[in-house]
């Protein structure tokens, strides 16, 4: 028998929707993603069409955007007769000081990084921001916290809204760090200024795990991250990372004993 479930990652700036089939034998498959901007006037209504064409039984939300936007996602999933889980446990201990401020998304992330290697590692999830987060795996896997930074769009619009003869750049591949033009040095700075903070922090909070964590990497900004390679050692790059936690969450409530490894 296969059932089908959704998660949505509701983001700074948009809703990334995936849907699963899930087998008798505990084998994943992604059937559906899409992602939509929700500053999109069309978002609603291909919000509508793509819960429409699945059959999905629940679905698990993180969010980190604004409430009200939060509601009126969740509306559209119920106008379908799909409940959305907002309240998983994400399966991971929150040891920071102030628990309650922590983005699910992170704590998501880290529950998928610890589905993958089951092992402590550093959590990167490059996007709107940047996060770089501690997971520890024993006694039992635990977010230790992390450090938050911007992401290399959102670099490039302060520099552009807050100074006033500076141009808007994007920064999709490739960069010299010797900018030639007032667009290529800003090019150069949102690029290698991104990479090396990213890079400082892995290295320091790696540190603070006693060394010998792996990374795991996910986020829209991620291939800034891989190509060329930044990191020294082996990183592992999953694009669905907030997904297969909410995902493993969900299946955590079905069978509390599962371990952890899900199997696509």
Same mark, same amino acid.
């Given at each position: 028998?296969?059932? &089908?479930?959704?998660?949505?990652?509701?983001?700074?700036?948009?809703?990334?929707?995936?849907?699963?089939?899930?087998?008798?034998?505990?084998?994943?498959?992604?059937?559906?993603?899409?992602?939509? /901007?929700?500053? =999109?006037?069309?978002?609603?209504?291909?919000?509508? =069409?793509?819960?429409?064409?699945?059959?999905?039984?629940?679905? /698990?939300?993180?969010?980190?955007?604004?409430?009200?936007?939060?509601?009126?996602?969740?509306?559209?999933?119920?106008?379908?007769?799909?409940?959305?889980?907002?309240?998983?446990?994400?399966?991971?201990?929150?040891?920071?000081?102030?628990? =309650?401020?922590?983005?699910?998304?992170?704590?998501?992330?880290?529950?998928?990084?610890?589905?993958?290697?089951?092992?402590?590692?550093?959590?990167?999830?490059?996007g709107t921001a940047v996060t770089v987060d501690a997971l520890a795996a024993a006694p039992a896997p635990?977010?230790?916290?992390?450090?938050?930074?911007?992401?290399?769009?959102?670099?490039?619009?302060?520099?552009? &809204?807050?100074?006033?003869?500076?141009?808007?750049?994007?920064? =999709?591949?490739?960069?010299?760090?010797?900018?030639?033009?007032?667009?290529?040095?800003?090019?150069?700075?949102?690029?290698?200024?991104?990479?090396?903070?990213?890079?400082?922090?892995?290295?320091?909070?790696?540190?603070?795990?006693?060394?010998?964590?792996?990374?795991?990497?996910?986020?829209?900004?991620? &291939?800034?991250?891989?190509?060329?390679?930044?990191?020294?050692?082996?990183?592992?790059?999953?694009?669905?990372?907030?997904?297969?936690?909410?995902?493993?969450?969900?299946?955590?409530?079905?069978?509390?004993?599962?371990?952890?490894?899900?199997?696509?």
């Amino acid at each position: 028998m296969t059932r &089908q479930l959704c998660t949505l990652d509701l983001g700074n700036s948009a809703l990334k929707l995936r849907r699963w089939e899930l087998e008798g034998a505990g084998r994943l498959r992604l059937a559906s993603a899409a992602t939509l /901007a929700h500053a =999109d006037a069309r978002f609603e209504r291909e919000l509508r =069409d793509w819960i429409a064409a699945g059959k999905a039984e629940c679905a /698990a939300l993180a969010c980190v955007a604004a409430p009200g936007l939060e509601e009126r996602v969740v509306a559209e999933f119920a106008a379908a007769g799909i409940e959305v889980r907002r309240e998983l446990a994400p399966g991971v201990e929150n040891l920071t000081r102030t628990p =309650d401020t922590v983005g699910r998304d992170r704590l998501f992330a880290a529950r998928g990084a610890w589905e993958l290697t089951g092992s402590s590692c550093v959590v990167i999830d490059a996007g709107t921001a940047v996060t770089v987060d501690a997971l520890a795996a024993a006694p039992a896997p635990c977010f230790l916290g992390g450090a938050i930074a911007p992401g290399p769009a959102l670099l490039a619009r302060s520099l552009h &809204q807050f100074t006033a003869r500076l141009p808007l750049v994007r920064v =999709d591949g490739a960069v010299s760090a010797l900018g030639v033009d007032t667009p290529s040095a800003l090019r150069s700075g949102v690029l290698h200024g991104f990479r090396g903070a990213v890079l400082e922090l892995s290295r320091r909070i790696a540190h603070a795990l006693g060394g010998d964590a792996s990374i795991v990497l996910s986020g829209g900004a991620a &291939q800034l991250l891989l190509e060329p390679a930044l990191f020294p050692g082996e990183v592992r790059h999953e694009p669905e990372l907030v997904h297969l936690g909410l995902l493993a969450a969900l299946l955590d409530e079905a069978a509390p004993a599962r371990r952890h490894g899900l199997r696509r």
